[in-house]
């Protein structure tokens, strides 16, 4: 199933320019276009109706170390994961000398529904996420996780996209941060035709610089109807909202960011900020109190698609492995493994 969706996207995508790309990556770089800053705007209220979380988002937080075998029953979990067949020698056989661990690569992630999220189901926990980068300031914010021992959901707009930031990239999935589409050039989808290009453009130049291929998608300004959901969705990407928008783009003073966090956040939350768009000082200088403060208050911070119950997509690691490659026992919650190209 997956292997036929991702040459579906590898036979769309085909056709252009080969720069510098992975080897574990089959879709080739696109031509890009250095600028991307633009202004931050308030997202305008959605235009489609939202519909509650899935119903089979994850209940009770299985441990990460369940990988391989698919966490949540009645998940897609049945359906592609292979095991590692196909791979050398049998996976970690830890503390035996000579017989090295095998490794696996973080590839992408498998979502579901065709709805516009806007929360998770109602535990405890949220779903931190940054938009408009890469930019200048991303570098610190990845730090600043690493620091708060926290991942985080980073939406990115394809034209700031490039093998300069491939360091960067590799090291946020090496974190288990993960890596979403928001657009290529940022604009009002509703407004504007080419929804299908924007999307795919970015799939492919994020996946073409860290050889990952995102499943979630945000739409800039919160702007979507059922027809850009659907094609998101025809992509393999679904549709992220948020319900917590503190408006750091407009840098109310980094108080003012923790607080109105803080006020709106519930179980399942998802927050919205931004590490992109122009200096992002105030919003760096938020999230150590911000997830400090969540994490006293009893919340588990996690990923989007963590919290949505998506599966995180690995393979056997052959290439970049010392970079990025992880033991089967610190795979990600409902892991699928699917078999080496
Ligand atoms: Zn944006």
Redesign the pocket.
Known sequence: MIAGRAARLRAAVAGNVLTALLVLSTVPTLALSGHGA?A?GRAPAPTTPLAPPAASAPAGAPAPGKAGAPGESGTPGKAGPTTESGTPGKPGVPGKPGVPAALYRIVGCRSRGAIAYRSGPHLREVALSF??GPAADTPAFVSMLERARARATF?M?GAQVNSGYRSLMLRELRDGDVLGD?TYS?PDLTRTGGVREQLLRTLGVIRAVSGYAPCVF?P??GAVDSSVVQTARSLALATVLWNVDPADWARPGTSAIVQRVLAQVQPGSIILS?D??GPRGQTLAAYPEIIGALRARGYRIVTIPELLGFHPVYRPCVKLCSAIGVPRSKLGRGAIIERAP
């Open positions: 633009r931050a938009d408009d939406f707009i928001h940022h945000r800039p300004y931004h992109g768009g």
